[in-house]
């Protein structure tokens, strides 16, 4: 049994909080949060002590680890206090807003031989796990190009651009699937709700073997969208975040047309098949992994150095926009 702690129970903190107290091998011990009202309701509804200074959980010698889900812009003074108050922590993506300070919590949890875990949710998701899984067993073939859209809705954050909110979740899959670093980056990205934040963003990857990789971000679209292809030379394939289907195909043929109603009609030849994908929560995997990694001392899937490495593909995409031009990552 582990003793949790929660630092931050807004939008998505009140979600660990569900979680642990519905995993049998954690106890929710206190969650602390500015937010009074916050407090209130989680007292209410799980009988968990509360408290509005985080370092009342810091100071508890009964909790041994901890979630951080504050803003992105607090993570690393935060992170660093936790883990050198002996805290195993799993802070929200982004780990902090500059590879520097991630390097320096990373060094920090070594030092102090802790557990450091970075909420990249996606490589807990069922459907991408199961299309790496695919992408394994050589059964796409040489992989061509990736690509991803992240749209809407309105939900601009205060602290940082669609990019890092948005895209980071993609530039993660992208590397968990093709189990690689990409060396180049090329990105555009505009404000136009308010500066200096940009609220539409297009980023292109380059990874080794000529494999590319797109994702374009908003959130001003009216319609929320969230989905991923994978194309390659023997199948392709299309995931759906939100209901975590995944559709695979042959590379098929294009059917002959001879008028624009032809045309118009056309779709593929070609099987097409849905894997079956057992419809787990990726937040309820993810926080069993965490509460293994620090009963067993493993090292996390998704390890501060993942997190580093996500932060570094940030800073490259937005010195891109910046200088207006491709910059190469393995400089």
Request: proline share 4%.
């Amino acid at each position: 049994m582990v003793e949790i702690g929660v630092l931050g129970v807004g939008e998505w903190g009140k979600n660990h909080a569900r979680v642990y107290r519905e995993l049998e091998n954690s106890n929710l011990v206190m969650v602390a949060d500015l937010s009074g009202m916050r407090l209130k309701k989680l007292n209410k509804t799980y009988k968990v002590a509360v408290t509005n200074d985080y370092r009342d959980i810091l100071n508890n010698p009964e909790i041994e680890a901890v979630s951080v889900c504050t803003p992105s812009s607090t993570h690393f003074e935060i992170v660093r206090e936790c883990l050198e108050a002996g805290k195993h922590v799993l802070v929200e993506k982004p780990m902090c807003l500059d590879s520097l300070s991630a390097q320096k919590l990373i060094d920090i949890s070594e030092k102090q031989k802790k557990t450091l875990m970075v909420g990249h949710i996606f490589r807990f998701n069922p459907a991408v796990r199961k299309l790496k899984d695919e992408i394994s067993k050589d059964n796409f073939g040489r992989i061509f190009f990736l690509y991803g859209s992240r749209m809407g809705l309105r939900t601009p954050r205060d602290d940082c651009g669609v990019i890092f909110d948005f895209a980071l979740h993609d530039f993660d899959v992208f590397c968990f699937l093709l189990n690689d670093l990409p060396i180049e980056v090329t990105a555009i990205g505009t404000p136009y709700l308010r500066e200096p934040y940009e609220d539409v963003g297009m980023v292109t990857l380059r990874f080794p073997n000529k494999i590319l990789a797109h994702i374009q971000v908003s959130w001003l679209t009216p319609k929320k969208i969230r989905d991923l292809w994978v194309v390659g030379q023997e199948k392709s394939a299309s995931l759906d975040y939100m209901s975590q289907d995944i559709e695979i195909y042959d590379i098929g043929v294009v059917p002959e047309y001879d008028s624009f109603g032809g045309f118009k009609l056309i779709t593929r030849e070609g099987d097409t098949y849905k894997p079956y994908i057992q419809n787990l929560e990726p937040l309820k995997l993810e926080l069993a992994h965490f509460l293994e990694c620090v009963e067993n001392r493993k090292q996390p899937l998704t390890d501060g150095k993942v997190g580093l490495q996500v932060i570094k593909i940030i800073e490259a995409t937005y010195k891109s926009i910046k200088e207006k031009k491709t910059v190469d990552l393995r400089e």
